[in-house]
């Protein structure tokens, strides 16, 4: 008998690679998407089978977290092995317009679903796995974090994770249920969400690479966080699940990097030289050279001409705006994956370099698409925050 496994948040970057790692073994995968008016399934359309296909392995329904009925209906037609709850309103800046929203989305989403299964009986059944996050230990009060540091939410967003975070060990504690969170520190890909600051980032630069952008405007280029890639992180996820007791694991790379940072790596990949000056709100990043055989090969000759024309440190390629500063701040988070390596012998295959190489180069082929339709006369979409 093949493995049933439901996935909410399927659309999303992790949904969308885990539903992909669970097929590859032999799953059949159900996620749950939300309706909505414009086409949302970019990251699962290669993974799509129309209903009228008989024994399908990768089935959609609509719902939401929001929606208690809703999820008791399709985990009790699903009948589950596997519940991987992805879905949260996961923008950490957005969450302070959308407290409300967030809290019964990310909050108590979670508790809808450990009760579904408790009420419906499956608990013996069905292993639940909680996607929580290092936005819980917001002011750190230890470093490294590991699974014993204290939680210190700050935002809407994490202290929603903090009560998803409690109600899983509590109905773990209470009901004897194989429920278990995975702490995942930052993970990024290239189809990560455009504005998530990894993305934003690599899509802005390869416009500017193109021409096409003249600048990018950054919140906080001084907080550190630690970044993997999330192919790495679903193979963590579906590793919890296939542990004979449930636990929390923190999932992570150990290695802290500066935004400021990220961004010099991102643009000396495609041979764009920065250099940052200025403190604060007066911070800037300017273009100080061109690594010419790099930036050929990775972006084209045909644009070399005009990212030196523009002149190297005139007008900033990067400047900051207060307006992507968070109310209350989180300036470091660096994860102890110890406990994941060892119990779960699991390790990243990807390190930072790789991840930052693998995401330009998608993003230079999709900006260097929306180029040649700008050249030849076609209109081309622009897409705001």
Do not use: C
Not at 169 to 180: P, T
């Amino acid at each position: 008998m093949k493995k049933v496994a439901l996935i909410t948040g399927i659309t999303g970057q992790d949904g969308a690679y885990l539903a992909e790692y669970l097929l590859k073994k032999g799953y059949i995968v159900h996620g749950i998407k939300r309706r909505s008016s414009l086409f949302n399934t970019d990251r699962i359309d290669h993974l799509y089978q129309d209903p009228h296909v008989e024994n399908r392995n990768f089935i959609l329904h609509y719902g939401d977290l929001t929606d208690s009925m809703n999820l008791t209906r399709i985990i009790q037609e699903v009948q589950p092995d596997e519940i991987y709850n992805l879905a949260a309103m996961s923008h950490v800046k957005v969450s302070f317009d959308t407290p409300e929203y967030v809290g019964n989305a990310d909050g108590l989403g979670t508790l809808r679903i450990l009760e579904a299964v408790r009420l419906l009986g499956l608990t013996e059944k069905t292993r639940i796995y909680q996607a929580s996050t290092s936005e819980l230990y917001g002011l750190v009060q230890e470093v490294p974090q590991t699974e014993k540091t204290p939680f210190y939410p700050r935002s809407p967003y994490a202290v929603a994770k903090m009560y998803a975070y409690w109600i899983t060990v509590n109905y773990r504690e209470a009901y004897n249920m194989h429920a278990s969170n995975g702490i995942l520190f930052n993970h990024e890909s290239p189809i990560r969400g455009e504005t998530f600051v990894t993305r934003k980032v690599t899509r802005a630069l390869s416009r500017i690479a193109l021409g096409m952008q003249e600048q990018v405007f950054m919140g906080n280029l001084s907080s550190k966080r630690d970044w993997g890639h999330a192919k790495d992180y679903v193979r963590a996820m579906h590793l919890i699940l296939q542990q004979n007791q449930p636990d929390d694991y923190v999932i992570a790379t150990g290695i802290t990097t500066t935004i400021r940072e990220f961004i010099r790596k991102a643009a000396a990949e495609i041979g764009m030289e920065l250099t940052f000056r200025g403190e604060g709100v007066e911070e800037k990043g300017y273009l100080t050279g061109v690594d010419d055989s790099t930036f050929i090969d990775k972006v084209g000759l045909e644009y070399l001409d005009g990212i030196k024309t523009r002149g190297f440190s005139s007008a900033p390629v990067v400047a900051v705006d207060s307006a992507y500063f968070r109310p209350t701040e989180v300036d470091l988070l660096i994860g102890d994956p110890a406990k994941s390596n060892s119990v779960l012998d699991w390790k990243p295959e990807y390190d930072l370099a790789g991840l930052i190489a693998e995401m330009m180069e998608s993003d230079i082929k999709i900006m260097q698409k929306d180029a040649w339709l700008k050249e030849g006369g076609y209109r081309v979409m622009n897409y705001f925050e």
